[in-house]
């Protein structure tokens, strides 16, 4: 017996009269009993209905997958009304994923080669909705036979069918390249749009359709002009402009086919000016416009003075009211300022004024623009502007304006003292927001510049007695004091402010420092480290320094106690070598070997009095080797070393924690992508020829930064393998202060050394992992 059917009218009704979620569900579960039932029995003349409802029910999120066959038998139906339901439903409930779609191959195939231009629409609907590889294959040449059909609705269709099985099947693209030529010639829009849209597809999938279109070029330039000189048109205007869509379509398809052509972009010049000058800009729509122009002067070969026009224009846009018009300036504007400078400089004014937009993505894009506008001309205009939007700038974009003017000082800077002046100041407003490597940069900057310490120690000593908040700064100004505190105490200095300082005054400074809670480890380190460096250039009794290093002595921070107790033994044992192991650092000066700058960062903070072995990390004693080749289990540490062949025992966390003295073994490079640069040197200490020390040195020559760079290691299984903590997380660009870390591997089989290593980090705004073997390490690394 058949199911009394309701209508889909009713169905809705009862639906939005449910007064809570649970009578929702009562009653689709009690229409689809219904619809299940009228499935079994077969009623023909209802099936369109029932499956009408359950499409209904599908969109409101329940189950309806045992509608599927019910779709396939409306589209092979007679009927209009069950072919209309059907394909909808085949486009709502199938997909490529299920084998079931490919039932409706021949259904659709049939109603392609019928006459009726509703069901060929509906069939060809289907097709670029659900239709897979197989589908496509099967069908293409019905498809390719709809594109020459008399009637714009079938053709339209078609058009936009063959562009989804060009994306699904690259390879069918040379049977739409005949009809397209044709095509260009259609007086319909729809049709029109549809066939740029197909031919900028076959473009970028295949070198031979751009070469083959390359040569309607001059056709495309005539429709586009003749859409730019009519008139309006009540059809196809928007906002007084003619077919916006259709103009931005051909700018897009013209971008592709002059890009890198010399004459196609000659073709063009003409035309892109006309376009440029002539479309309105008071409505959306034609902004829509100038900028696809825009897009398409700066991707072709223009002519120069083009390129100067197509950036006024999005200078002009900086100063629109619409915020995502500004943003899209700033943005294209970010992408040409390597390739147009001296034409972007012109709207600088207009890029700093948009640095204090209230809106964060504005004020983001505002900032890099800025920074990338920064030369050796602008630097100290450029640096007040955004020192000035640093100290009122929102917390998340501070970390970027910090780096971004420590970096345009490091490569601009017009003297010394400017550069101090403006890392100080960075220090001073957002020190807890610079970079890592900030410390080191600024104590290598100072210590080169001889003829400055004198006012950089004041300069540093003034800042740190009003705020000792800023870690980065304090841990400066405490290596400074504590390396020139005889300048500091001399009063002597012509280019600052009369300023007297008392030893007792210093002392307290430091000791202040000590006892902050807001003192990291690291910062009481430096401080200590001053301290005993003071002991040597004061002139009066040593009594505090004493007392203050011996109470560390008991400090619950390993680094910090073991430093005491070594400056303790200084006083106590070795007080003959005190002056001399504390004497100031020689003078190194910027761009030498890679071994004197990461030695440099290491002395700024350690005295050479102390050699702290780092904390044995057991986490990082690991064989790697079986991760790398894919075996599950997890790692284990090493078991403890055995004794070396020649009876000593050797542990590895036994020896100091410096970086190796250059040796005679040769530096091998073993990585290099976009400007990355991995090095790795080689020292065997004499004492202990089971071990080897790896110096992993990483450079960056790029424009960008490196950061989040993270370095493991894997070696075999006879090894022991220690990573030491690496120097930062970031490599500069521009070659800036390289980042290093040393590997340890104990070797006492003396077997040939083979090495993994992991590379992640973020370049160019993605995230990267390599993976790697490197195998040609020199013979003197095991032998």
């Known amino acids: 017996m058949v199911v009394p059917s309701s209508k889909l009218q009713d169905l809705i009704e009862e639906i939005r009269g449910a007064k809570t979620q649970a009578q929702e569900r009562e009653v689709i579960q009690k229409e689809c009993a219904h619809i299940r039932a ?16 359950l499409l209904y029910v599908h969109m409101l999120g329940y189950p309806a997958h045992f509608g599927q066959m019910e779709c396939l038998k409306l589209i092979a139906s007679p009927r209009f009304t069950d072919k209309r339901v059907g394909y909808l439903g085949a486009m709502l409930l199938l997909d ?36 897979s590889a197989e589908m496509c294959r099967d069908l293409a040449t019905e498809v390719e036979k709809l594109l020459l059909q008399p009637g714009p609705y079938v053709r339209k269709k078609a058009v936009l069918t063959a562009v989804h099985i060009i994306r699904k099947v690259p390879e069918l693209s040379n049977i739409f390249l005949p009809p397209c030529a044709q095509l260009l010639h259609e007086r319909h829009h729809g049709v029109l749009l549809g066939t740029i849209t197909l031919i900028t597809e076959l473009c970028e999938r295949s070198p031979a359709a751009l070469k083959h279109f390359r040569k309607v070029v001059p056709q495309l330039v005539q429709i586009l002009w003749t859409l730019v000189t009519t008139g309006y048109s009540t059809e196809h205007s928007i906002s007084g402009v003619s077919d916006p869509f259709l103009q931005v379509q051909i700018l897009r398809l013209l971008r592709i086919l002059g890009r890198n052509h010399e004459e196609s972009s000659e073709t063009m010049n003409d035309l892109l000016a006309q376009v440029a000058t002539n479309t309105d800009t008071s409505r959306n729509a034609g902004n829509a416009v100038l900028f696809e122009t825009v897009l398409t002067i700066m991707d072709i070969r223009s002519v120069a003075g083009l390129r100067v026009l197509a950036v006024n224009i999005l200078g002009r846009f900086l100063l629109n009211s619409d915020k995502n018009i500004r943003y899209v300036a700033l943005t294209s504007l970010l992408r040409v300022v390597q390739s147009d400078h001296s034409a972007v400089q012109r709207h600088r004014p207009t890029v700093v004024e948009c640095l204090r937009e209230p809106d964060a993505s504005l004020s983001r894009r505002a900032l890099e623009l800025s920074l990338a506008l920064v030369n050796s001309s602008n630097v100290r205009a450029m640096t007040q502007e955004l020192q000035s939007f640093l100290e009122s700038c929102p917390p998340d974009l501070r970390a970027d304006c910090a780096s971004g003017i420590l970096l345009a000082a490091e490569r601009f800077a017009p003297t010394k003292r400017w550069h101090i002046d403006t890392i100080l100041r ?34 540093l000593y003034s800042a740190l007695a009003e705020d000792i908040s800023q870690q980065p700064l304090v841990q400066v100004a405490a290596w400074c004091i504590g390396e020139y505190g005889d300048l500091l105490l001399e009063g002597s200095c012509e280019e600052t402010e009369p300023l007297q300082v008392e030893e007792e005054e210093v002392l307290a400074l430091l000791e202040k420092v000590l006892q902050s809670h807001m003192s990291l480890p690291a910062t009481r380190g430096y401080a200590l480290t001053a ?18 290093v011996s109470v560390y002595g008991s400090c619950l921070d390993v680094e910090l106690q073991q430093r005491a107790v070594e400056y303790n033994a200084l006083f106590q044992k070795y007080d003959y070598m005190r002056a001399a192991i504390l004497e100031k650092m020689p003078l190194v000066e910027r761009g030498g070997t890679q071994d004197e700058e990461a030695k440099e960062s290491k002395e700024a903070q350690h005295s050479e009095a102390a050699v702290i072995p780092t904390e044995p990390q057991t986490s990082k004693l690991l064989d790697l080797l079986d991760l790398l080749d894919g075996t599950s289990g997890a790692a284990q540490p090493p078991p403890p070393l055995e004794p070396s062949s020649e009876g000593t025992s050797v542990h590895l966390l036994d020896l100091p924690c410096v970086s190796p003295a250059p ?5 091998l490079k073993v990585f290099e992508r ?4 991995l090095t790795l040197s080689f020292v065997r200490p004499p004492g202990t020829p089971a071990l080897l020390l790896i110096m992993v040195t990483a450079i960056n020559t790029s424009e960008a930064d490196v950061t989040h760079f993270v370095c493991q290691a894997a070696v075999p299984k006879s090894f022991q393998l220690q990573l030491q903590a690496p120097s930062g997380d970031t490599v500069p660009a521009q070659g800036g202060l390289p980042m290093t870390q040393l590997l340890r591997i104990l070797n006492p089989k003396k077997a040939p050394l083979r090495l993994k290593l992991r590379l992640t980090y973020n370049h160019f705004g993605q995230s990267v992992q390599e993976i790697f ?11």
């Not at 039932?103 to 097709?127: E, F, Y």
């Not at 976009?674 to 640069?677: F, S, V």
């Open 38 to 53: 009228s499935f079994r029995d077969g009623d023909p003349l209802h099936r369109h209905r029932q499956l009408a409802k």
């Open 96 to 131: 490529e994923r299920q084998d079931a779609h490919l039932l409706i191959t021949n259904s659709i195939k049939n109603d392609l080669s019928q006459g009726i231009q509703a069901v060929q629409g509906l069939a060809l609907c289907t097709l670029s909705t659900v239709g």
């Open 426 to 459: 960075v220090l001073t407003m957002a020190g807890t927001h610079v970079r890592d490597d900030a410390v080191a940069n600024l104590t290598q900057l100072i210590g080169g510049a001889q003829e400055l310490h004198a006012y950089s120690v004041r300069r």
């Open 531 to 548: 301290l005993m460096k003071l002991s040597t250039r004061l002139r009066g009794d040593n009594n505090r320094i004493r007392q203050v």
């Open 663 to 667: 040796a005679s073994i040769p530096n």
């Open 674 to 677: 976009e400007g990355l640069q």
């Open 773 to 783: 073997e490197v195998n040609n390490l020199p013979v003197e690394t095991w032998q």
